[in-house]
């Protein structure tokens, strides 16, 4: 019988991505005088960061005393992706955990498991058998189950753009809150903790909250709209910027710094943060996504701000002195 760890606490993903990044950080050496400032701030800045820290340093205590995939990522894995993802996931769920057995149900994050997944930072395309083409976002994760009376696609994580290929058989998106049904539309789906954010270029869907028993809502051309497990928000037309990401660029229209902020940082690991005296800073433009620090250094040319940077996983943006 394998070891389990004590409940594991309430870490929000971003929190535990923050705290594997300082636990590979120290594993790999000593931290620097300014690493160590940043360390500290980070822990003392919230006390779910102090959790997840002293979970973390529990959880790879414990590693060694299990056998499951998910410790063997995170103990022998190099210092990539799949270890992070595994120490996440351990953090997340707790080592030996039941729950870590049925992460292809409920896992919100990308899985070590998916059929497909991308890095954080990188994006990926997908050519699937019946033609259709699979775009993945940063950080993404679908399975792909094609049998002989439907093609179902399942978004793990993250976001994808489907390009959808006729066929005889249905085609099916399922997320966290709903099914999606279509035949050959082109549409964007992005997974939130709470919430699906549905735009349809092409075609036309049919969504059904996972918890709703009424009469699905149709989606057309150039809309989108937004949904939980029980409803949805009233449809509305798209963005200026829905789907640029596929392009690999990240447009913005009289955005918030804060959330343009937001955005940016599912591209890169590690935290960036935004001073609060200019969060509401307005910002608009196209920005190539592929050069993120670039972005950052332009920030400090279009706007009264200067970008500092502790260590390449923590940059916080603040007012220009």
């Not at 995170?74 to 729950?99: E, F, H, V």
């Not at 699905?216 to 029980?230: E, I």
């Not at 940082?265 to 800073?281: I, K």
């Not at 920005?287 to 279009?302: C, G, K, T, V």
Request: hydrophobic share 40%; net charge positive; glycine share 6%.
């Amino acid at each position: 019988m394998q070891p389990n760890l004590p409940g594991p606490p309430d870490i929000a993903a971003q929190v535990a991505e923050q705290a594997v990044h300082w636990l590979l950080e120290t594993q790999a050496g000593p931290l620097s005088p300014r690493q160590q400032r940043a360390w500290q701030q980070w822990h003392d800045a919230h006390s779910e960061h102090q959790r997840a820290w002293e979970h973390i340093q529990r959880v790879n205590q414990r590693l060694r005393g299990l056998s499951s995939p998910l410790a063997h990522a995170a103990l022998n894995a190099p210092k990539s992706s799949s270890r992070r993802q595994a120490l996440k996931l351990l953090l997340i769920l707790g080592a030996g955990s039941a729950a870590a057995w049925g992460l292809r149900d409920h896992n919100p994050l990308p899985s070590l498991m998916a059929d497909y997944r991308s890095p954080v930072g990188q994006r990926r395309t997908l050519q699937l058998s019946d033609g259709s083409q699979l775009q993945l976002n940063t950080d993404s994760a679908v399975d792909v189950n094609f049998d002989g009376q439907q093609r179902l696609i399942r978004l793990l994580a993250g976001e994808m753009l489907l390009t959808g290929a006729a066929d005889s058989r249905p085609l099916l998106v399922q997320t966290a809150q709903g099914l999606l049904r279509t035949k050959d539309a082109r549409l964007n789906l992005r997974q939130f903790s709470q919430r699906t954010q549905l735009a349809v270029f092409e075609g036309t869907v049919s969504l059904s909250p996972a918890a709703y028993s009424g009469a699905p809502l149709l989606v057309g051309k150039a809309q989108q709209v937004s949904f939980t497990h029980s409803g949805w928000d009233s449809p509305r037309p798209l963005d200026a910027g829905s789907g640029a990401w596929s392009e690999g660029m990240l447009v913005a229209a009289r955005m918030r710094l804060a959330d343009f902020l937001d955005e940016l940082g599912r591209y890169r690991r590690g935290q960036l943060n935004c001073d609060p005296r200019v969060a509401d800073l307005l910002i608009s433009g196209s920005y190539p996504l592929d050069d993120s620090e670039r972005i950052l250094d332009l920030l400090e040319i279009s706007l009264p701000v200067k970008v500092r940077r502790f260590t390449r996983y923590w940059v916080t943006v603040e007012a220009r002195a």
